[in-house]
């Protein structure tokens, strides 16, 4: 090390040497003597500091204990007082998720369909080979002793392109008063149990069917939400969300100020030591504007100048999620096992049109999704996943509910997921999945393999 | 068109629903089992104890249940480890309980790691090293002498919160520093023999045992905190320890066992099971039968591995 350092250091040395005279070489040799004998102490001095500095830390069990024999006193007379932790208090916890795969599709991505809905955004299987996945930053902290806040930006590649996407920028009391919290901005609602959690924690790598078909994988929007929590030993919860609707699915009208509204109730508890259950209900009933469909199928049919179909109307949503989870006396560490389902409805009444032509729609779309993880020995896990989905419309125009994607003709898209992870340690996780895709009628055979890295600050061990 | 009166008039509602809350007993919310069995000690019939993680679990893997959410949205003082032991989950539990009496800066916050002196501070913060905790070493609670402190900032605490009973619980911790201290000069005693003995370790949490002791760690089964052992790693060890007699392989009632006890057979060194807390093994349900369960199990084995 020394070596690799000293010239450097030399270098800078004479470089900063303010008097300098052109032709005293001898002068300067000594000069440069000098400073390389007093650096190279000082650094043999530090370096010695630094290794008995780090054999105290690390080796203190293997010293000898320095005096007593065993102790048969308290050691501190006082209470400590609370010691700074270092630089990382006030600053907020910064962490940065990488998220990759690697997929192979039978059938053409591109030309993915979901019969009987809509398709938007980010709602499809991916990308054919390497890609980026859902690459995130997340930073957050207490405000202050009343609020907390967290913003996190995601970097995703569509079409070549970088974009930027703010998928939650949101404030949230630390505690009113009765078990209320409030929370405004932009954040993941929370209907659905897997609506509010971030993909890197799915135990798959894509969303269930029933999400990507809803709501175009997930719900975040621009709002408030009033929730509170009963001062009961059973686990209950309601909440209340307002919520701005400009973004798929809700798509409220630009003069609209909201455009949706949530009810959401989640109760749960234990069940023994090794059990521990939560079920939930949700509702979304919203305003829609105009609700298109965006799916890279269609964006074909942009070049024969077909204007996008849109939706506007009323639209509700019911949701029910449950999930059930076990470990050998609640230890998480060696194994477990996790059940979960959810079953979505929604109910969509108002008109479908294509520029000047209009026809009616009464759409009704359902699906559900059961899934088991099991974590069968430390760091392996292994899923299975069931999709199914159900839906059917009508309306004065059959052949506009046609264009739009959403006569199934009878069609229920189903879906089987198999999975296996494997986690070095919390913070990395490399996973295969296969899916036997029935979206639509031609069975698409998907591999997917994918890593999630997570950097910098502890991840959640949210339930 | 969502009518905006009803809107604001369901969220209204929201505020008008006033809970319950009958103030009989301080609600405490532990962290772990000891704290729970200090507040216990100090708080006696004037409090309600809850502990969020069982013996058998490992505190670093404990999820944010909805169980303990409710829990924690009833408490009024929080008694934790601290030292990021508990960052996987106590930030969201603090979130979701919406509880505003025990969020960090409050007196019904308290964690026993800032009253303590702490091991193991690491110098380079780098998972590459396993599990690190950027404030020391946190299994601190194997040190019994560090339950005096605890129990000292517990009664302030509840001082704090309850001053209407400060006699009752300042009563308390003056017998349980008595109990204590007797207690403390015996185990010294008889642990006596257990200086310099030699121990192999599978998570790094004993150190403060083995300060106390003067156990000698001599290897950890896990390559990193927090790392499961690899077999060429355990060959290695193996290899490293093989001219060791007299040694004994510890571990804590929640940690695989599999490893330990292939080590174990190659070895012949016998396996120690210690209670990293209160109610981890058989017998030792009670702060005081904890460390009696764990000086008496090591002296025991250290006879038997002669």
């Known amino acids: 090390m020394n070596k690799l350092r000293l010239p450097v250091l030399g270098m800078a040395a004479v470089l900063s040497a303010p008097a300098f005279a052109d032709n005293d070489f001898e002068a300067l040799?000594?000069?440069?003597?000098?400073?390389?004998?007093d650096y190279e102490s000082r650094i043999t001095e530090l370096e010695k500091r630094l290794e008995k500095a780090e054999q105290e830390s690390k080796q203190a069990p293997q010293q000898e204990p320095e005096i007593q024999s065993v102790s048969t006193e308290d050691k501190p007379a006082e209470i400590v007082r609370g010691k700074p932790k270092g630089d990382r208090s006030f600053n907020p916890a910064i962490s940065l998720i990488l998220d990759g795969r690697y997929s192979d599709f039978s059938r053409d991505p591109e030309e993915y369909e979901l019969p009987g809905f809509m398709l938007a955004g980010e709602a499809g299987p991916g990308e054919q080979g390497f890609a980026l996945g859902h690459n995130e930053l997340v930073i957050s902290a207490n405000a202050d002793d009343k609020f907390y806040g967290r913003f996190t930006a995601v970097f995703a590649e569509h079409d070549g392109e970088t974009e930027l996407e703010i998928e939650e920028a949101f404030f949230e009391t630390l505690g009113l008063d009765y078990g209320l919290k409030l929370k405004g901005g932009r954040f993941f609602s929370d209907i659905g149990y897997l609506n509010s959690q971030h993909p890197h924690q799915w135990d798959f790598t894509d969303a269930p069917l029933i999400y990507r078909g809803l709501f175009g994988n997930q719900l975040n929007e621009d709002g408030l939400q009033l929730s509170w929590v009963a001062p009961t030993d059973l686990y209950l919860s309601f909440g209340s969300e307002v919520l701005r609707g400009a973004s798929y699915p809700i798509s409220a009208d630009s003069n609209d100020t909201v455009g949706a509204y949530t009810l959401f109730a989640k109760l749960g508890g234990d069940v023994g030591a090794s059990n521990s259950w939560q079920a939930g209900i949700s509702l979304l009933d919203s305003d829609v504007g105009e609700r298109t469909s965006e799916a890279h199928g269609h964006e074909e049919h942009e070049e024969e100048e077909?204007?996008?179909?849109?939706?506007?109307?009323?639209?509700?949503?019911?949701?029910?999620?449950?999930v059930w989870k076990w470990a050998p006396n609640g230890n998480r560490k060696q194994r477990y096992l996790q059940l979960q389902a959810e079953y979505f409805f929604r109910d969509d009444d108002g008109i479908l049109s294509e520029g000047e032509e209009v026809g009616t729609l009464v759409g009704e779309q359902s699906g559900w999704y059961a899934q088991a993880v099991y974590q069968f020995m430390p760091r392996w896990r292994l899923g299975l996943r069931y999709d199914s989905l159900d839906s059917s419309a009508t309306g004065s125009d059959q052949e506009l509910i046609e264009e739009a994607g959403l006569d199934s003709g009878g069609y229920k898209p189903q879906r089987w997921s198999l999975m296996g992870d494997w986690s070095n340690s919390e913070f990395s996780r490399f996973r295969v999945?296969?899916?036997?895709?029935?979206?639509?009628?031609?069975?698409?055979d998907q591999w997917l393999f994918q890593y999630i890295l997570s950097l910098g600050s502890h991840g959640a061990h949210r339930y | 068109m969502i009518k905006r009166q009803f809107i604001i008039a369901g969220l209204l509602s929201w505020l008008i629903v006033i809970p319950h809350i009958s103030h009989a007993a301080l609600n405490v919310f532990a962290c772990e089992p000891e704290w729970a069995a200090i507040a216990q000690e100090i708080g006696g019939d004037k409090v309600k104890v809850n502990?969020?993680?069982?013996?058998?679990?490992?505190?670093?893997?404990?999820?944010?249940?909805?169980?303990l959410i409710s829990k924690v949205r009833r408490a009024d003082l929080l008694v934790c480890t601290g030292a990021d032991l508990e960052e996987g989950w106590l930030p969201v539990l603090l979130r979701k309980g919406s509880n505003p009496r025990i969020q960090a800066g409050q007196a019904g916050h308290l964690m026993i790691a800032d009253y303590v002196q702490l091991k193991e501070i690491p110098i380079r913060l780098d998972r590459s090293e396993g599990h690190m905790h950027a404030a020391g070493n946190p299994h601190f609670q194997t040190d019994p002498r560090n339950m005096l402190p605890a129990a000292r900032v517990v009664t302030e605490r509840l001082v704090t919160l309850d001053?209407?009973?400060?006699?009752?619980?300042?009563?308390?911790?003056?017998?349980?520093?008595?109990?204590?201290?007797?207690?403390?000069?015996?185990?010294?005693?008889?642990?006596?023999?257990?200086?310099?003995?030699?121990?192999v370790v599978y998570h790094r949490s004993w150190i403060y045992l083995q300060d106390w002791l003067g156990l000698k760690e001599v290897a950890a089964l896990e390559p990193k905190p927090g790392v499961p052992p690899g077999s060429r790693y355990l060959a290695d060890l193996l290899t490293r320890t093989q001219d060791m007699s007299g040694l004994l392989i510890i571990h804590s009632q929640y940690q695989e066992s599999k490893s330990i006890n292939w080590f174990s057979d190659k070895t012949g060194a016998p396996v120690v099971v210690l209670p990293s807390t209160v109610g981890g093994t058989p017998g030792a349900d009670?702060?005081?039968?904890?460390?009696?369960?764990?000086?008496?199990?090591?002296?025991?084995?250290?006879?038997?591995?002669g």
């Open chain 1, 29 to 37: 040799q000594k000069q440069l003597d000098a400073i390389k004998q």
């Open chain 2, 51 to 67: 502990s969020a993680t069982r013996p058998m679990q490992d505190p670093h893997y404990v999820q944010a249940r909805p169980s």
């Open chain 1, 306 to 322: 077909h204007e996008a179909i849109a939706f506007s109307g009323d639209s509700k949503t019911w949701g029910a999620d449950f």
């Open chain 2, 286 to 305: 009670s702060l005081f039968s904890w460390f009696d369960t764990i000086v008496t199990r090591l002296l025991d084995a250290q006879d038997s591995a």
């Open chain 1, 433 to 444: 999945q296969y899916n036997r895709d029935e979206s639509s009628p031609e069975v698409d």
């Open chain 2, 163 to 199: 001053g209407e009973n400060e006699q009752v619980y300042r009563d308390h911790l003056s017998s349980f520093e008595q109990r204590w201290k007797a207690s403390l000069r015996r185990w010294g005693e008889r642990a006596a023999p257990l200086q310099g003995q030699p121990v």
